[in-house]
């Protein structure tokens, strides 16, 4: 009887895991990627070149960052996910989790 209760937190744990896959490199500059444009949509820059250069420009200062990103859990959506998503708060809460 007492490994009944025990039940509920195994379906929990196996759910999380659910429709989730490690992150690749391609899944990581994505993230990146997409806050850049975000940042500088809402900074008012639209000169593609200035686009292109800040995006190289934080990839080589966030290399670091996008090796510890590569392997972890992300949901299977997450390409669709960071295509509507308008802020990074809603890619940190609604793509990341």
Same mark, same amino acid.
């Given at each position: ?23 690749? &490199?391609? +899944? ?5 990627? #997409?806050? *850049?444009?975000?940042? $500088? ?21 966030? &290399?670091? +960052? ?5 392997? #972890?859990? *992300?949901?299977?959506? $997450? ?19």
């Amino acid at each position: 009887m007492g490994s009944l209760r025990w039940i509920p937190f195994v379906w929990v744990i196996a759910a999380s895991n659910c429709n989730r896959h490690p992150a690749n &490199a391609d +899944d990581c500059e994505a993230i990146l990627h #997409r806050l *850049v444009e975000i940042e $500088l949509s809402e900074s008012g820059y639209q000169d593609p070149v200035l686009h292109t250069r800040w995006q190289q420009d934080v990839v080589r200062r966030f &290399a670091l +960052d996008l090796d510890r990103c590569r392997g #972890r859990k *992300v949901p299977n959506s $997450l390409r669709a996910c960071l295509t509507k998503a308008s802020n990074s708060e809603e890619i940190a809460h609604g793509c990341l989790d």
